[in-house]
């Protein structure tokens, strides 16, 4: 018999501290390898831990709420092996593609093949370098709510009709009871900040899975708390909230992009009447059957195709090596506003997809996103990204461009106006569209280009046959 202890791995994306959310065991509970123990949230999302070796639980070393260094013990087993030190209890995760060092050995990735190499522990006041990368968003986008032709805007962004996947059975609330219900983790915080007891909510999601309303209609539940940090008031009644988590990698991102890349910003507004009928056309067709088509996938098809013509669009500054980084393909990020602020998670390869393909994936996209678990992975690696501002109302703005890509574009509310068509002012359903990017490498002659391409194959979808 022997004592191990468990330390905060990092799980992926340079990880370097995180909040323990929520524990899903109590001292005392026995766990199988790789149970699922914690919920930790990081800078980019939250993540379920298992536990690396099987034994009872001993002691939980780290309460609920707070955030500690990669490398920090937070839980003691007590396995049936006497061997191994804690030092060897940092589970291995995914490396670089190019070192090749080691295999993860969280939840379905299988067992460690090569010795994971230690990352040093941080001081305890440490915080994340300045920097946050892909994970900064530039506008809210992709969310449901608007009304009229906005409503329709929005679509893409609604969670998608299929059934949800049952989650993992967890304790109830993290309060230490011995029943397990079916929660995902944003359900489960929700109601451990409302002090809700989820073994006691009537659960109606599909396959017996307790929702967000189900938590927030049980009795006299308040309205949804989202992830954020407890305000403290003062005295003279100011309210001030810690500046952690998403948020804190988005502005610290933002000013780097702010005061990095010189900023270009154009306008163009646009007829988008046929792309409103063909997305109604779109809705009856069998290929997209279970599927939300909205105007977004228009937008982001005529992206992926614009840039073919105008490559720059997909590119990179590299300032260190002095170059510029064309992209091998267009990995589109979709601006999310979510309950833990902005993330720009990306679809891999939007522009190799078939427009089903590219309505999936959205829709994917962005349920993920509602629901919290869209991983780090998902958030990297984006080459270029679009801020649907339209689903609130807004006609335009001028979007910051999300670090490591060279542009963004703002797609605004689709609303119906007058317009001049033959010399006869008539209805139409109107739109504008507004592209960021950096000068250093677009030009305005191919920012101008780019954006009037985009603006054409909305006005005629008829003409992504030319590209």
């Known amino acids: 018999m022997g004592i191990q202890q468990f330390r905060l791995p990092d799980v992926g994306e340079g990880l370097v501290e995180a909040e323990i959310v929520s524990w899903k065991v109590k001292p005392g509970d026995t766990v199988k390898l790789n149970d699922t123990i914690v919920e930790i949230e990081t800078a980019k999302s939250l993540v379920e831990l298992p536990v690396p070796f099987a034994g009872v639980i001993t002691e939980l070393l780290v309460p609920e709420g707070e955030t500690v260094p990669v490398g920090t013990p937070i839980i003691s087993v007590q396995t049936d092996s006497a061997d191994g030190s804690p030092e060897d209890l940092v589970p291995a995760v995914p490396e670089p593609e190019e070192s090749g060092g080691r295999t993860a050995v969280l939840v379905g990735y299988g067992p460690k093949t090569t010795e994971a190499k230690r990352r040093a522990r941080k001081p305890a006041g440490a915080t994340a370098p300045a920097g946050g990368g892909a994970a900064a968003a530039s506008a809210p986008a992709t969310y449901a709510g608007a009304t009229a032709p906005a409503a329709a805007q929005a679509t893409a962004a609604a969670p998608t009709s299929t059934p949800v996947p049952q989650a993992p059975a967890a304790l109830a609330g993290g309060n230490g009871a011995a029943v397990h219900v ?58 001030r909230v810690p500046v952690k988590g998403v948020q804190k990698v988005m502005a610290q991102a933002m000013v780097a992009s702010a005061f990095t890349a010189p900023h270009v910003t154009e306008w163009i507004t646009v007829d988008v009447s046929a792309t409103m009928e063909l997305v109604e056309r779109l809705k009856a067709d069998k290929a997209f059957r279970d599927l939300r088509v909205s105007p977004l996938l228009i937008v982001a098809k005529a992206v992926t195709l614009a840039a073919r013509r105008t490559p720059i669009i997909n590119a990179a500054w590299d300032e260190q090596a002095q170059e510029i980084v064309y992209k091998g393909a267009v990995n589109l990020g979709i601006a999310a506003a979510t309950p833990r602020g902005l993330i720009v998670p990306n679809i891999k390869g939007a522009d190799s997809l078939t427009l089903p393909d590219l309505c999936k994936a959205l829709n994917d996209l962005v349920a993920t996103a509602r629901e919290g678990k869209t991983q780090p992975a998902d958030q990297a690696g984006g080459s270029f990204t679009i801020t649907n501002v339209g689903v609130f109302g807004v006609d335009a703005g001028t979007p910051i461009i999300n670090p490591g890509e060279a542009a963004i574009l703002a797609f605004g509310a689709v609303r119906k106006q007058p317009w001049v068509v033959d010399d006869e002012i008539v209805p139409r359903w109107i739109t504008t569209l507004a592209l960021s990017f950096d000068h250093r490498l677009i030009d305005g002659e191919k920012g101008s280009i780019f954006l009037s391409d985009v603006a054409s194959i909305l006005e005629d979808p008829a003409r992504a046959l030319m590209f």
Request: net charge negative.
């Open 182 to 239: 079916l929660a995902k983790p944003p359900v489960r915080k929700l109601a451990k900040d409302l002090g809700i007891d989820l073994a006691a909510v009537t659960a109606t999601g599909p396959g017996g899975i307790i929702t967000r309303a189900d938590v927030e209609g049980h009795g006299a539940a308040p309205a949804a708390v989202e992830y954020e940090a407890a305000p403290v008031v003062s005295a003279q009644g100011d309210t």
